[in-house]
């Protein structure tokens, strides 16, 4: 799932690395550390390192190889370099991957289901075309208008900020994800289709850890295997067996619930560069229904934490609260799948550490994940190519750990803001029709689509945060009292 949510201007800055240059990354003491995006005593560590651009045209998809100027206490590697296996290969492992390929990794991608299709949403920002190189042709639909849609069915229009060459991508599963698994193979990742089991810890402090997993070698034949490798990137999801195994601890998570819908054509053209939201208890009592276009589809889901077992009807009431756009349609496909509510209590442990779902990234309020995903699968790989020095020493936890706090410094904001804006206005209808008549201000949208589309800090203009926190004030008034009369005539 994702989306656009309004934020109120409040996003986080996209760090990217730039090649020639050296940076030296310094944790001071006045600055709050956070781990499992909760505070935790200030952590000084300082790495100094030079970012040397690889061969060839510099773009945001291929990260320059990352070469360690200071002296490593962990050992070196005799006739052969770092072997890392990555499990899962949606968009946080097939950016792994190819950033280890790239950096000098022996790199291994093992993913149970090559044709796979998540229930997910499938916007991404703006900005995630160009950081990590997407080629427009996997881009089903440029949205460049939406509609968020009241529990009394009073719609507002989004997107008259945007500017012209802005928009939000709408991007199959399938489609992007197997882009991002080719991308590392072709970096010289060995992609596997397979099903892992479980992961054998090392018996000694630098000895390598055991994979277990299942080969599909085809034509319904398998076969059992072991691989020993130095490291483990766990990017298999919600319901990673990654993080079983490291006892990384549970999470809260919503299900979703999607099915593509073949519309007609006439229908179709409304959905063009349209997607919808819709907010209301009989949608989903925590969350939205959405109905948001593809190539030649529409995908209609909603998704729930506190009601699990609603689901199916919270999907009826989302396809009755659209029925007129989507009338004549015929379902084509049904998907369900957990996503995780916030980051999991530990996301390292060794050698090992979770990424995208696995991990917990998917932000609350607007349901997010495809970014975050491939951005902490690259930050992972990459902090790994700075501790192994390119493939030539082992790595600790610790460099594992600079990917957290790093990750944590650009988007705990965002967590926490998308947090609190679920609590406010997906609590009650009353709430929501606030939220929907807040959407509508013009301040609202351009804060919210800089911010999302950039995933970048944008400040606000102090009268204009005044200004909208009266009107949302009044807005949750005037819906209360709305609610209040409504009770009395039923």
Not at 25 to 41: D, E, K, V
Not at 58 to 75: E, G, I, T
Not at 398 to 427: A, C, G, N, S
Request: hydrophobic content about 35%; overall charge positive.
């Amino acid at each position: 799932m994702a989306s656009v949510a309004v934020t109120a201007g409040v996003s986080s800055s996209s760090a990217t690395a730039t090649a020639s240059k050296t940076l030296t990354l310094r944790r001071h003491n006045h600055l709050p550390s956070f781990s499992g995006l909760r505070r935790s005593s200030p952590h000084d560590a300082t790495a100094s390192l030079s970012l040397a651009a690889s061969r060839g045209r510099k773009s945001p998809s291929s990260p320059p190889f990352l070469v360690v100027r200071a002296a490593k206490q962990s050992p070196k590697l005799s006739g052969r370099n770092l072997r890392v296996a990555v499990i899962g290969g949606g968009p946080a492992g097939g950016c792994a991957a190819e950033t280890l390929a790239k950096g000098g990794v022996e790199t291994f991608l093992i993913e149970r289901k090559l044709d796979n299709s998540k229930p997910c949403g499938g916007a991404i920002p703006l900005c995630m075309v160009g950081e990590f190189d997407l080629p427009l042709d996997i881009i089903d639909r440029r949205v460049t208008k939406m509609k968020m849609i009241s529990p009394s069915n009073v719609a507002v229009d989004i997107g008259r900020t945007l500017k012209p060459h802005e928009y939000i991508g709408m991007v199959r599963r399938e489609v992007l994800d197997a882009h991002l698994r080719e991308r590392a193979a072709s970096a010289g990742a060995s992609v596997i289709n397979g099903l892992f089991l479980k992961l054998d810890p090392p018996p000694a402090p630098d000895a390598p850890y055991t994979l277990h997993y299942v080969r599909y070698d085809g034509g319904g034949a398998s076969t059992k295997c072991t691989l020993e490798v130095d490291a483990v990137v766990g990017a298999d999801g919600a319901n990673s067996r990654v993080a079983k195994s490291i006892g990384a601890g549970d999470y809260e998570y919503a299900i979703a619930f999607q099915e593509r819908i073949k519309i007609p054509d006439d229908k179709m053209e409304y959905y063009k560069d349209l997607a919808e939201m819709y907010v209301g208890d009989d949608v989903s009592p925590d969350f939205y229904g959405w109905v948001f276009p593809k190539c030649d589809h529409v995908a209609v889901g909603t998704g729930t934490v506190t009601h699990k077992p609603d689901i199916k009807k919270f999907q009826s009431a989302t396809r009755l609260r659209a029925k007129d756009k989507i009338e004549g349609g015929k379902i084509i496909r049904i998907e369900a799948h957990p996503i995780p509510e916030h980051p999991r209590p530990r996301r390292s442990n060794g050698r090992v550490a979770l990424v995208g779902d696995a991990a917990g990234y998917v932000t609350k309020c607007s349901g997010e994940g495809i970014y975050f995903a491939a951005k902490s699968g690259r930050m992972c790989g990459e902090a790994i190519v700075v501790g192994s020095e390119n493939g030539k020493r082992l790595i600790n936890e610790d460099d594992l750990k600079k990917y957290l706090r790093e990750f944590d410094r650009l988007y705990w904001p965002t967590y926490k803001v998308l947090d609190v804006l679920q609590k406010v206005f997906y609590r009650s209808n009353p709430a929501r029709e606030a939220f929907v008549e807040m959407c509508g201000d013009d301040y609202v949208q351009r804060m919210t689509f800089d911010s999302y589309l950039y995933k970048r800090v944008v400040p606000g203009n102090p009268l204009e945060d005044l200004k909208l926190a009266v009107n949302t004030i009044g807005s949750l008034v005037r819906a209360n009292a709305l609610r209040r009369e409504m009770a009395k005539l039923s």
